[in-house]
């Protein structure tokens, strides 16, 4: 399995980022999946989830500025970012095959998939 986010980069508060992530080797996706970020200094938190049902749910920090979405038929899950502020800086990480309920408690890569990251920086 094999997880590579794109699309992070530098931006002024008040921008938009468009983050992608390409899974491959993944065929059943049985539980949720989404990203997570950590900022310099702080742990790793859940930002956005798809279940398997299509349902979204987003950290109540991002609420209203970020939208998650997923195409089965590419094998891609999109975060679109908007309204980016200061606090938003972090590296974002794709993650897959993680259980729903344990999505907003987890802190490392302890379960699922992940990708490597990708860095966001908002200046201003």
């Known amino acids: 399995v094999e997880l590579v986010e794109s699309g992070g980069g530098s931006v002024q508060a008040g921008g938009s980022l468009s983050l992608s992530c390409v899974v491959s080797?993944?065929?059943?996706?049985?539980?949720?999946m989404g990203w997570f970020r950590q900022a310099p200094g702080k742990e790793r938190e859940g930002v956005a989830n798809?279940?398997?049902?299509?349902?979204?749910t987003y950290a109540d920090s991002v609420q209203g500025r970020f939208t998650i979405s997923k195409n089965n038929a590419k094998n891609t899950l999109t975060l679109q970012m908007d309204s980016l502020n200061p606090d938003d800086t972090a590296v974002y990480y794709c993650?897959?095959?993680?259980?729903?309920?344990?999505?907003?408690?987890?802190?490392?890569?302890?379960?699922?998939?992940w990708g490597r990251g990708t860095q966001v920086t908002v200046s201003g």
């Open positions: 080797g993944y065929k059943y996706n049985m539980y949720c």
């Open positions: 798809v279940d398997t049902d299509g349902r979204t």
């Open positions: 993650a897959i095959d993680i259980p729903c309920e344990t999505w907003w408690i987890l802190r490392r890569p302890t379960l699922g998939y």
